[in-house]
């Protein structure tokens, strides 16, 4: 009589059960990574505006300042082409809080500008900015 114990019949399905796991674990820390721990640290990189040029002219001067502070300015150097969008990393440092404006130059002298950010202490975030054919500034995002 050939008698056998659960182990001599199924040796895999530990190891299987194993390997289950693990993929179950490792793709539960993939989901976590993505939709929880990516956006939290994306709040904590230094700020990114992105500017589309829509108004049908070349920007040709573009400016960040913090209001309240004279010192705090940012010249982005190189121009926009109209129907071109550009990421802009202002290098700025806050002393307390303030508001973040922007200001552009069209190559025919047309003047641009707003209020991008209307509170922030630590510039960070994501801001997109739209300047239309009809020269609105349309603000999207959100500074920290």
Same mark, same amino acid.
């Given at each position: 009589m050939n008698r056998?114990?659960?182990?001599?019949r199924h040796p895999l399905s530990f190891k299987k059960t194993l390997i289950l796991l693990l993929s179950v674990l490792l793709l539960g820390g993939a989901l976590l990574a993505v939709f929880v721990l990516i956006p939290i640290l994306r709040d904590f990189r230094p700020l990114v505006v992105t500017l589309h040029n829509e108004s049908g002219a070349e920007l040709t001067e573009i400016e960040l300042r913090i209001d309240g502070q004279d010192?705090?300015?940012?010249a982005y150097p190189r121009p926009v082409p109209s129907g071109e969008s550009r990421n802009i990393r202002p290098? !700025?440092?806050m002393q307390g809080a303030g508001e973040l404006? !922007?200001? @552009?130059?069209?190559a025919g002298g047309e003047a641009?500008?707003?209020t991008i950010c209307g509170y922030t202490e630590? !510039?960070?975030?994501?801001?997109?900015?739209?300047?239309? @054919?009809d020269?609105?500034? @349309?603000?999207?995002g959100e500074c920290r």
């Open positions: 056998t114990t659960n182990r001599e010192d705090a300015k940012y290098e !700025l440092e404006g !922007l200001r @552009a130059v069209g641009y500008g707003g630590s !510039l960070s975030g994501a801001v997109t900015v739209t300047i239309g @054919a020269g609105q500034m @349309a603000v999207q």
